[in-house]
Protein backbone atom coordinates (compact mmCIF):
# COMPACT_ATOMS: atom_id res chain seq x y z
CA UNK A 1 0.00 0.00 0.00
CA UNK A 2 2.72 2.40 0.67
CA UNK A 3 4.36 1.45 -2.63
CA UNK A 4 1.15 1.92 -3.99
CA UNK A 5 0.34 5.09 -2.63
CA UNK A 6 4.34 6.60 -3.41
CA UNK A 7 5.24 4.35 -6.03
CA UNK A 8 8.46 3.18 -4.19
CA UNK A 9 9.50 -0.03 -2.97
CA UNK A 10 10.60 0.47 0.71
CA UNK A 11 13.06 -2.16 0.13
CA UNK A 12 14.68 -0.02 -2.67
CA UNK A 13 14.71 2.56 -1.17
CA UNK A 14 16.07 1.18 2.59
CA UNK A 15 19.33 -0.02 -0.30
CA UNK A 16 19.29 3.37 -1.53
CA UNK A 17 19.53 5.02 2.32
CA UNK A 18 22.31 1.96 2.88
CA UNK A 19 23.91 2.52 -0.34
CA UNK A 20 24.13 6.52 0.50
CA UNK A 21 25.49 5.85 3.45
CA UNK A 22 27.98 3.43 2.44
CA UNK A 23 29.22 6.00 0.12
CA UNK A 24 28.82 9.03 2.64
CA UNK A 25 31.24 7.22 5.20
CA UNK A 26 33.71 6.21 2.04
CA UNK A 27 33.58 9.44 0.96
CA UNK A 28 34.14 10.66 4.33
CA UNK A 29 37.40 8.52 5.30
CA UNK A 30 39.03 8.99 1.85
CA UNK A 31 37.62 12.17 -0.02
CA UNK A 32 36.54 14.59 2.95
CA UNK A 33 39.96 14.28 5.29
CA UNK A 34 42.32 14.50 2.01
CA UNK A 35 39.95 17.58 0.91
CA UNK A 36 40.05 19.57 4.39
CA UNK A 37 44.14 18.46 4.52
CA UNK A 38 44.34 20.33 1.36
CA UNK A 39 42.21 23.35 2.49
CA UNK A 40 43.67 23.39 5.73
CA UNK A 41 47.37 22.96 3.92
CA UNK A 42 46.08 25.90 1.96
CA UNK A 43 44.57 28.39 4.78
CA UNK A 44 47.89 27.72 6.19
CA UNK A 45 49.58 28.74 3.56
CA UNK A 46 47.17 32.17 2.91
CA UNK A 47 47.80 32.88 7.14
CA UNK A 48 51.63 32.64 6.03
CA UNK A 49 51.22 35.06 2.88
CA UNK A 50 49.40 37.34 4.85
CA UNK A 51 51.71 37.33 8.06
CA UNK A 52 55.06 37.70 5.71
CA UNK A 53 53.00 40.61 3.65
CA UNK A 54 52.21 42.39 7.24
CA UNK A 55 56.06 41.59 7.96
CA UNK A 56 56.79 43.26 4.82
CA UNK A 57 54.70 46.02 5.55
CA UNK A 58 56.26 46.81 8.97
CA UNK A 59 59.50 46.35 7.43
CA UNK A 60 58.28 49.13 4.74
CA UNK A 61 57.41 51.70 7.50
CA UNK A 62 60.16 50.86 9.83
CA UNK A 63 62.37 51.59 6.58
CA UNK A 64 60.24 54.83 5.99
CA UNK A 65 60.94 55.86 9.07
CA UNK A 66 64.77 55.68 9.52
CA UNK A 67 64.61 57.31 5.93
CA UNK A 68 62.43 59.93 7.17
CA UNK A 69 65.27 60.48 10.00
CA UNK A 70 68.15 60.32 8.15
CA UNK A 71 66.74 62.90 5.65
CA UNK A 72 65.29 65.15 8.56
CA UNK A 73 69.04 64.84 9.97
CA UNK A 74 70.38 65.68 6.46
CA UNK A 75 68.46 68.51 6.13
CA UNK A 76 69.51 69.33 9.46
CA UNK A 77 73.26 69.05 8.78
CA UNK A 78 72.84 71.15 5.96
CA UNK A 79 71.07 73.92 7.35
CA UNK A 80 74.07 74.12 10.26
CA UNK A 81 76.53 73.60 7.22
CA UNK A 82 75.29 76.69 5.23
CA UNK A 83 75.11 78.63 8.80
CA UNK A 84 78.36 78.46 9.24
CA UNK A 85 79.59 79.07 5.87
CA UNK A 86 77.50 82.19 6.28
CA UNK A 87 79.20 82.71 9.23
CA UNK A 88 82.35 82.16 8.27
CA UNK A 89 81.61 84.48 5.27
CA UNK A 90 80.39 87.10 7.53
CA UNK A 91 83.53 87.46 9.78
CA UNK A 92 85.97 87.03 6.79
CA UNK A 93 83.71 89.98 5.13
CA UNK A 94 84.12 92.06 8.64
CA UNK A 95 88.03 90.82 8.58
CA UNK A 96 88.97 92.57 4.83
CA UNK A 97 86.44 95.16 5.98
CA UNK A 98 88.90 95.98 8.94
CA UNK A 99 92.18 95.58 6.99
CA UNK A 100 90.69 97.61 4.37
CA UNK A 101 89.82 100.43 6.91
CA UNK A 102 93.08 99.82 8.68
CA UNK A 103 95.00 100.42 5.15
CA UNK A 104 92.93 103.11 4.51
CA UNK A 105 93.55 104.65 8.22
CA UNK A 106 97.27 104.05 7.23
CA UNK A 107 97.39 105.45 4.03
CA UNK A 108 95.27 108.49 5.56
CA UNK A 109 98.09 108.99 8.32
CA UNK A 110 101.31 108.77 5.84
CA UNK A 111 99.23 111.22 3.54
CA UNK A 112 98.97 113.20 6.67
CA UNK A 113 102.94 112.87 7.81
CA UNK A 114 103.99 113.78 4.17
CA UNK A 115 101.80 116.84 3.76
CA UNK A 116 103.26 118.18 7.24
CA UNK A 117 106.72 116.99 5.99
CA UNK A 118 106.29 119.17 2.35
CA UNK A 119 104.73 122.00 4.75
CA UNK A 120 107.53 121.56 7.13
CA UNK A 121 109.90 121.63 4.25
CA UNK A 122 108.07 124.51 2.08
CA UNK A 123 108.36 126.27 5.16
CA UNK A 124 112.14 126.12 5.56
CA UNK A 125 112.51 126.68 2.40
CA UNK A 126 110.33 129.76 2.60
CA UNK A 127 112.26 130.94 5.69
CA UNK A 128 115.70 130.06 4.02
CA UNK A 129 114.75 132.40 0.79
CA UNK A 130 113.08 134.87 3.20
CA UNK A 131 116.33 135.11 5.90
CA UNK A 132 118.56 135.70 2.57
CA UNK A 133 116.43 138.72 1.17
CA UNK A 134 115.89 140.04 4.59
CA UNK A 135 119.53 139.98 5.14
CA UNK A 136 120.28 141.73 1.82
CA UNK A 137 117.70 144.04 2.61
CA UNK A 138 118.79 144.87 6.15
CA UNK A 139 122.01 144.85 4.79
CA UNK A 140 121.12 147.50 2.43
CA UNK A 141 119.28 149.14 4.88
CA UNK A 142 121.35 149.50 7.52
CA UNK A 143 124.16 150.01 4.81
CA UNK A 144 126.62 148.07 7.00
CA UNK A 145 127.27 143.76 7.35
CA UNK A 146 126.25 142.01 10.32
CA UNK A 147 127.78 140.13 12.17
CA UNK A 148 126.51 136.21 12.64
CA UNK A 149 125.29 136.74 15.91
CA UNK A 150 123.23 139.79 14.81
CA UNK A 151 122.33 138.18 11.77
CA UNK A 152 120.94 135.29 13.77
CA UNK A 153 118.80 137.29 15.88
CA UNK A 154 117.54 138.89 12.90
CA UNK A 155 116.63 136.26 11.29
CA UNK A 156 114.64 134.38 14.38
CA UNK A 157 112.90 137.47 15.37
CA UNK A 158 111.43 137.91 11.41
CA UNK A 159 110.85 133.70 11.37
CA UNK A 160 108.65 134.22 14.77
CA UNK A 161 106.98 137.29 13.44
CA UNK A 162 106.38 135.11 10.28
CA UNK A 163 105.32 132.15 11.62
CA UNK A 164 102.73 134.21 13.34
CA UNK A 165 101.19 135.54 10.52
CA UNK A 166 101.22 132.12 8.44
Given at each position: ???????????????????????YFVAK???????????????????????????????????????????????????????????????????????????????????????????????????????????????????????????????DSFID??????
Amino acid sequence: MFESFLGVNPWTALFILLNTLTIYFVAKKFLFGPVMKIISDRQAEIDGMYAAANDAQQQAEAMQTEYQQKLSSAQQTSERLVKEAMERGQAREEEIIRKANADAAAIMDKANADIAMEKKKALNDAKDEISGLAMAIAGKVVGRQLNDADQSALIDSFIDELGDHV
